[in-house]
């Protein structure tokens, strides 16, 4: 889908931009906070910037994000940003975002069929879930005060009930990336014209 550094910087800003309002949907749709925790759209749209943008400009995408949130601008939940948000028990899946849209670029680099797509979708999920819910574990561990008796799969039961929401999200990605895909393909450079 992107054609040139110049295409590959738009779209990257652009999914960055995305972002920063999936990170804060709930300030427009309140009926989607779960107790205290907002369900944010950040894991589709970060999954969608490594399945359209590719294993290069989906990782930039969100780099952009995290500089721009680290720099004080409010794009991270809860229109937070900062650099107070790294010692964040959350931090870890801002972080993770990089790792998702590569891993989901890669997936998908040499066929973006349907299976790979989906494969992608639900891989860079999982991927999400396993450094943002380490990092959470890590961060009451080490510097935020952990409940009693705080364990690892603690960490993770606390997790369950966003898991449909994001497993359904990311159906939701492949069968949109493919979409998306099919309306804008690859359209050939010169060079590979010429050759």
Known sequence: MVK????????????AAL???GANITSIVPIMVIGSIPLTLQTVVCI??????????GPVAMVIYLLIGLAG???FAQWSGGFRTLI????????SYI?????????????????FLFVAAFVGTAINYGIGTSWMY???????AAPEGFTYAMAWLWMLPFVPKDLILAGIAAIVSQ??????????TRKQAAA
């Open 138 to 144: 890590m961060a009451y561990k080490l510097w935020f």
């Open 48 to 57: 969608l910037s490594g399945l359209l943008l590719g294993k290069k400009w």
């Open 73 to 75: 601008m409010p794009v």
């Open 88 to 95: 964040s028990p959350t931090f870890g899946f801002i972080l």
């Open 19 to 21: 972002m920063a309002i």
């Open 99 to 115: 790792v998702v849209a590569w891993f989901s670029g890669l997936i998908t680099e040499k066929k973006k069929t349907y299976p």
């Open 179 to 188: 979409k998306v895909l099919q309306a804008f393909p690859q359209t050939r």
């Open 4 to 15: 040139t550094p110049l295409h590959g910087m738009v779209l990257a800003s652009l999914f």
